[in-house]
């Protein structure tokens, strides 16, 4: 999924009552994940009651959400179809009688699970969503435009049980994901789009030889299609930027693994593997070797430490510029010029479980490296480029940091904090006089506190407090008075500062919610209705979330930074229900 996030980031594009389970992998990243550098979510969803009928929904000022599971045949066949839509647009219409954000998000989910006979199963799913900015034009609005992006996934696979050992699955997959920014004004039309499509085959493994030993292995292969930059243009506009549909990129990837999960003794755990990637693009191929292995020992019955080390491989280029007005960051292939990026990354831990007082605390640190990471040349406007590839230089980066966790699992009071102090650097020849940087992402500090209390059974409080330091970017510190060929005009150029050196305000928001859960309706056991209503607030205390900077002249004519907000406070009501 290449959009993992709608609402700039607010809501996630995967619905959680369409979900069964979560896992997250930030190091000593098994054998059969690869393809990415940083972490792993595996998100699995509900696989459908093949027994009875369930619906889950609620119905809210933000959005609204629908879950429909059961049988399609008695112990044979099941689906589960989710969806979600949100009226954030409708919302800031009504309290403010204008399209102050003409923005809305939607999505929907299906999966079904059909049981051949005891040893085979096939699972089908699919998810469709999309983000969509659409400002309304009214009459004496010359400006007519927008974007929208989104995903779409569809999967089908095979799972088969050779005998009480092991078993494997078959999966094709296929995900596609687009953009559009479209600009209208009279006589000028303006549209950028964005294409990635992939269709790709895995096979997967999973043989369990004893108590002490578990092996995994298996293989996939992919066909990545890229089409990065299409351009269509008509009007006056045509004279400075022509339209082009982009060059079509195909390319092939590939991997092998094995994975050995080995208990020698009852205080050691040792999972060690190794996975060849390969890459074919036009002209060329790129193969990788990716040995991972981790150790974890138990120095008592509530303490243990865990050490691993990983070698990543990603063939593809997530690049952003500021130069360049759109809604994402751009995707881009690895080809004969553009080389894949490589990571190493170490990692060492600590866990302790307090049972007494029903918490779990861990502490971890972790350095990576990384090579080959890309990005455009000092003043590139990639768009208005027909070759891409002339405008990008290849560095390397380092992130190091520690990262804290203390959690509350059970109780009348559970919840979780949890802290990471982190440094993000990058060095490019062609950038900030060749100098290591920090990059754009470089956040010092970031803390999340989460807080669940059950006043009683019926009634909760919830409550999420988050903070971090505000992103990097160049500052302007001074301009540079150019008169043109004609004399009669000055040109003014800005003179950057050192790449990053600036930072936005920090970032914080308090949200809270009350739900008051309804007493069961139903005397049958199949029959029964629960509802509850919820009520609360995003940012409660009103702070809008720095996310872009830009300069202003003040009266006498110096310039200042000002930080845009985004998302002030902003109140919910909702019901949701189970029958």
Not at 23 to 48: C, E, H, N, W
Not at 324 to 348: E, M
Not at 398 to 405: L, Q, T, W
């Amino acid at each position: 999924v290449y959009n993992v996030s709608h609402l700039f980031g607010f809501f996630s594009v995967f619905n959680n009552d369409a979900l069964k389970d979560v896992t997250l992998i930030k190091g000593g990243f098994p054998a059969q994940y690869g393809g990415r550098l940083s972490s792993v979510m595996d998100i699995r969803m509900k696989d459908g009651d093949m027994q009875k009928f369930h619906v889950d929904g609620g119905v809210g000022l933000l959005s609204s959400h629908l879950t429909i599971q059961g049988p399609i045949k008695r112990d044979t066949a099941s689906f589960i179809l989710s969806g979600r839509r949100s009226y954030i647009d409708q919302v800031f219409r009504m309290a403010y009688g204008q399209d102050i954000l003409p923005y809305y998000f939607y999505d929907a989910t299906l999966k079904l699970n059909y049981k051949m006979n005891d040893n085979n199963r096939f699972f089908y799913s699919a998810y469709i969503g999309d983000d969509v900015l659409r400002p309304p034009k009214s009459d004496s609005s010359l400006f007519d435009g927008g974007f929208r992006m989104g995903n779409f996934t569809t999967t089908a696979r095979w799972n088969h049980l050779y005998n009480e050992k092991l078993f494997s699955n078959l999966s094709f997959i296929h995900t596609r994901f687009r953009y559009d920014v479209e600009a209208n004004i009279p006589g000028n039309s303006f549209l950028a789009k964005s294409r990635i499509a992939d269709f790709g085959l895995k096979y997967d493994f999973s043989y369990f030889k004893n108590p002490e030993n578990t092996l995994r292995f298996g293989f996939l292969g992919t066909f990545l299609g890229f089409r990065p930059n299409v351009v269509n243009t008509a009007g006056v506009i045509s004279d400075y930027i022509r339209s082009r549909e982009g060059e079509l990129v195909v390319n092939f990837e590939s991997g092998l693994y094995f994975q050995h999960e080995w208990e020698p003794f009852d205080l050691l755990k040792i999972s060690y593997g190794f996975r060849q990637s390969l890459l074919i693009s036009k002209g060329k191929t790129y193969t990788s070797p990716e040995p991972r292995a981790s150790a974890t020992y138990l120095l008592n019955d509530n303490q243990s430490i865990k050490l691993s080390y990983s070698r990543m491989t990603q063939y593809l280029h997530l690049v952003s510029s500021s130069a360049i007005a759109l809604p994402t960051d751009l995707w881009y292939p690895v080809t004969k010029n553009v080389k894949p990026i490589y990571s190493n990354q170490i990692a060492a831990g600590y866990n302790i479980n307090f049972p007494k007082a029903k918490m779990i605390a861990s502490v971890e640190v972790y350095y990576k490296h990384l090579k080959n990471l890309i990005e455009y040349r000092e003043g590139a406007v990639l768009i208005l480029n027909d070759n891409y590839e002339n405008e990008l230089i290849s560095g390397q980066g380092e992130s190091y940091g520690v990262e804290m966790f203390v959690q509350r699992n059970s109780g009348k009071l559970t919840g979780w904090v949890g802290y990471t102090l982190a440094w993000t650097t990058r060095q490019f020849d062609g950038l900030n006089n060749g100098e290591k940087y920090y990059a754009r992402f470089d956040r010092r500090h970031d803390l999340s506190i989460v807080g669940t209390c059950e006043i009683t059974p019926r009634f909760i409080v919830s409550a999420v407090w988050v903070y971090s330091t505000g992103q990097r970017f160049t500052p302007v510190i001074g301009y540079f008075l150019m008169p043109n060929s004609s004399q009669t005009n000055i040109n003014t150029l800005p003179i950057y500062g050192e790449r990053n050196s600036t930072i936005l305000p920090s970032a914080h928001r308090l949200d809270i919610s009350f739900i008051m859960k309804s007493k069961e309706k139903g005397n049958r056991k199949w029959m029964k209705w629960q509802g509850e209503w919820s009520i609360g607030a995003y940012n409660l205390y009103n702070r809008a979330q720095p996310y872009k900077i830009q300069l202003e002249t003040n009266e006498n004519g110096t310039v200042k930074y000002v930080s845009k907000g985004l998302f002030g406070f902003i109140p919910f009501l909702a019901y949701n229900f189970r029958y």
